[in-house]
């Protein structure tokens, strides 16, 4: 386990997934869960990490590392009917002037026509951008450790990001939780309080995929 993992193992409890099948890794394959609890492997792995499954539940996007260097991933998709495996994106984001090929938390839109991302330029931080996927234009949309596409709720189809802006001798880091525009607009704040993902979900009256 890398010290970014390890510092989101700490820090970040991921964002729940509403009543339904489920993705997860192990061992470094993408599993998906059905309803009836029956687990399915979708990909052979064993460097796959980070799945999401899209709002459909038709397709699973996700993280793949290069054989020779773990901080370098690549996007792909796996469909979860026939496990035909795509590749999404591939390359460097620029990040200040400088590419960055560790990616992490890839989800897409319901057209799956943009992908968003996390770059991750420190241990502790990252920055969110959105991905043209028929261009491959690159936008910027906030500082980020972790977000999610809201789905229902009055914010729905905005981005709920955590941001943890500063450290503090108390408690370490800092959280604030924000929704967001995807043009990287601040909606509005939500809490500043040490809470995991569905709580600040919750706070703001929504719903996550």
């Keep these: 386990m890398n010290a970014w993992h390890f510092a989101c193992l700490l820090l970040v409890t991921p964002l729940c997934l509403t009543a ?8 470094g394959r993408i599993w998906l869960r059905a309803e009836s609890g029956v687990d399915m492997a979708l990909t052979a792995g064993p460097r796959d ?33 026939s496990h035909g495996l795509r590749l999404v994106f591939s390359g460097a984001i620029t990040y200040n002037g400088q590419p960055y090929r560790y990616l992490g938390r890839p989800q897409m ?6 992908l968003l991302v996390i770059v991750r ?8 951008f959105s991905i ?8 910027y949309v906030a500082e980020a450790a972790d977000f999610e596409v809201i789905r229902s709720g009055p ?12 450290p503090t001798e108390r408690d370490g880091y800092r959280y604030e939780w924000w929704i967001y525009s995807r043009d990287g607009q601040r909606v509005h704040f939500v809490t500043a309080e040490r809470v995991a993902g569905d709580v600040a979900l919750r706070l703001a009256g929504s719903e996550a995929n």
């Design 132 to 139: 043209d996927l028929a261009t491959g234009a690159q936008r």
């Design 121 to 128: 330029h420190s241990v502790t931080n990252g920055a969110l």
């Design 155 to 166: 914010d729905a189809h905005l981005l709920l990001l955590n941001q943890r802006m500063w």
């Design 20 to 27: 339904g099948p489920s993705v997860f890794e192990k061992d």
């Design 49 to 81: 990490s980070e799945p999401w499954l899209t709002l459909d539940r038709k397709t699973v996007v996700f993280c793949r590392a290069d054989p020779a260097d773990q901080f370098n991933t690549s996007v792909y998709s796996v469909d979860v009917g």
């Design 109 to 114: 839109d319901p057209g799956a026509k943009t």
